[in-house]
């Protein structure tokens, strides 16, 4: 399966291959086209059980999807409702997304461990072995006409939010994913990713969309990945930073090589890059997006170039500034919110000059806090950069025992205490405007498998903390 000597990328393919049919654009060219004049969840799942797809060896065909649609119709599942999809395993997840979309329904693909919002809860649940537990709130949930899947925000920068995805916007997701890397549906591709996380969802889609074999090892198999890797039982990988540094480790167990390999969900240091290519041959490809667009840039440095029909508004090239992109089809964001074209990310970048993005940081919203915005970036900043201090994250709570008060804490990431002096200088100069936080130190902030602050934990860390009567960083 690995093609070690060919080209790795849709550009490079492209000069290979100059007039010869490209394998997988006619077929994606009619998904769009079809898409175009119908738009709807039924035709989505019509179009990647024509893909034929494998997961992990079994076939993603009418006895995995079918099982799932009977179970939803005995559940009394109709066309708008919301299918919450939890604690399954890939081929029974991806199984009940399909079913979910040939009744029109919309699933919600959520960790089995993740604090849902509000609009999640009472709705039908589809578990294991196709076990479906009806709605006990059929209240209907307005704004999901064209969505495709909903998902809940990580909760790193906030309480968790449903966001909704577009048919629309799956599909240009797919056709990016498919240009970039080159995919036919000759590949089997790894995603050893959770499902449940836009970048692995996003990659996966694409995969089944265009008809390519799916593997979903586990991250916590890291050595099975690596010999899958190395003897050509998948062509193109698609990881996370952490898990990459994992497989460096890993002794070699063949003489093939993926066709490419996709960092995702964080960034990519040089150091790493370097290793990985020592390892397995192939220098890290890059990738960004967000929960509520999916995908949208992919290449080698940076976080790479935006992918086929999504354009940079801002900034300039050549210019630092929040990202702005415009996408190819609507965002729609959070529920509630009104679709739109032109996408705030919230991320400061460096656009170089010929285009490339480099993500600096993550710019912060004013935190409310007894029904009142407030500027952490002063306080942020200078707890940032105190010698040691590996991050900072502010965050609003309901004050113990009188809820209807908040109070302001910022939890410092330093493996040892801050000095006295540090210490004092910080808060003396913190701005009268500001409230008086509680500022606590942990070794290292809990994080989900992606890298990604896990605030349910960080709460409860921090309640623990209290009940101790830990409220100081030092």
Not at 60 to 83: D, F, M, T, Y
Not at 233 to 248: D, G, I, K, N, P
Not at 268 to 287: E, I
């Amino acid at each position: 399966m690995s093609r070690g000597h060919e080209p790795t990328t849709a550009t490079e393919r492209s000069e290979r291959d100059e007039g010869r049919p490209k394998p997988g654009v006619e077929r994606s060219d009619s998904a769009v086209e079809r898409s175009e004049t119908l738009g709807e969840r039924p035709e989505l799942a019509e179009l990647v059980l024509e893909g034929r797809s494998r997961v992990d060896g079994g076939a993603l065909g009418p006895h995995v999807v079918g099982a799932a649609e009977a179970a939803l119709r005995r559940a009394g599942v109709r066309p708008g409702a919301i299918v919450l999809l939890t604690g399954l395993d890939a081929v029974e997840a991806l199984g009940g997304m399909v079913a979910a979309w040939r009744l029109d329904a919309v699933p919600l693909v959520a960790p089995a461990t993740r604090r849902l919002p509000r609009e999640a809860h009472g709705v039908c649940r589809l578990g294991p072995s196709a076990q479906a537990l009806p709605a006990t709130d059929a209240a209907p949930v307005a704004g999901l006409e064209r969505t495709a899947v909903l998902m809940p925000t990580s909760g790193s920068t906030g309480e968790p939010k449903l966001v909704r995805r577009g048919v629309a916007s799956v599909l240009a997701e797919a056709e990016g994913y498919r240009e970039h890397l080159a995919l036919t549906s000759a590949d089997r591709v790894a995603v050893p990713v959770p499902l449940t996380h836009s970048y692995g969802w996003g990659v996966a889609m694409s995969a089944l969309l265009t008809g390519c074999a799916l593997d979903t090892t586990p991250p916590a198999r890291a050595r099975t990945l690596a010999r899958l890797m190395d003897t050509g039982a998948v062509s193109v990988v698609a990881l996370t930073a952490a898990l990459a540094r994992l497989l460096v480790e890993v002794r070699r167990d063949g003489a093939r090589r993926v066709r490419l390999a996709l960092v995702g969900a964080g960034g990519v240091s040089d150091a790493l890059d370097t290793a990985f290519a020592a390892r397995f041959g192939r220098r890290l490809h890059r990738g960004y997006g967000s929960t509520e667009t999916g995908g949208v840039f992919l290449g080698r440095e940076g976080i790479g170039r935006p992918v086929a029909g999504v354009r940079v508004r801002r900034p300039a090239r050549g210019a630092t500034g929040e990202l702005v992109l415009e996408t190819p089809a609507p965002v729609e964001g959070v529920l509630g919110a009104e679709p739109t074209g032109l996408w705030h990310t919230g991320d400061l970048v460096r656009r170089d000059p010929d285009g490339v993005c480099h993500h600096l940081e993550r710019l912060r919203p004013g935190l409310r806090l007894n029904d009142r915005f407030v500027d952490t970036a002063e306080l942020t900043g200078a707890l940032g950069a105190l010698r040691g201090v590996t991050d900072v994250q502010p965050l609003v709570l309901p004050r113990s025992g009188t809820p209807e008060f908040e109070d302001l804490y910022v939890v410092v990431e330093s493996l040892s205490p801050l000095g006295e002096d540090d210490w004092e200088r910080v808060m003396s100069a913190l701005p009268e405007s500001l409230p008086r936080p509680c500022v606590l130190r942990c070794e290292a902030l809990p994080r989900d498998v992606l890298g990604k602050l896990d605030r349910d934990a960080l709460v409860t860390w921090i309640r623990d903390k209290e009940k101790r009567g830990g409220k100081r960083a030092r």
